[in-house]
């Protein structure tokens, strides 16, 4: 599952192997009026026609995953860029929750490509706006402000035992500060399934496959 507004494109660099693995990408729909990430969860949930699938998601898709993993039997969780609790949101986005900003950020950014991937990518990336395009698929204002709202209230206090975090200790949205218990990617920044997916060519298969 990709990041907040980008595609299924930002795992193309991804190849695991083929004798062992079957990849299988989701891709994002509207949401309802007034919906929550749990009833979302649901819809897509119903995409999934396998038992007992390895869910991976990045960023925001990352709580997708585990929102989902709610819904179905799963051999095992991976989050990437990601959080896993509510502790773990950044003071900024925290802030945002209780002063109820996040509700001013659409209309910055619906229109905007390079507000909006800096929002949905960090900063450190703001250069490269073909990137942007590339990656980025959902501008639709009411998805957008549907999915800023959602990031930023998420709440969840205990995650599941099969949950593997994987975290880049140069991720810009969510510092690897407020992360805890995660497999460190050294020089990983917020788009590193993109710019690190060497790492995970090498390390992925043996991450799905312990203590399986």
Known sequence: MPGMAASSKIFE???LPNTQFESYYLEWFLPLKNE????????MVAKIKHEHVVLVGVSFGGVLVQEMSKHLKVKKLIIISSIK???ELPQKMRLAKATMAYKLLPTQLVGNIELLAKYAFGSNIAKRLELYKKYLSVTDSGYLTWAIKEMVCWKQDAYSTNLVHIHGDNDAVF???????CVRVKGGTHVMIINKYKWFNENLPKIILNNE
Do not use: F
Not at 36 to 43: D, N
Not at 175 to 181: A, D, E, T
């Open 13 to 15: 660099y991804i190849e």
């Open 36 to 43: 929550t990430i749990g009833h979302y969860a649901l819809r």
């Open 85 to 87: 609790l509510t502790s």
């Open 175 to 181: 510092p690897i500060k407020n992360i805890s218990n």
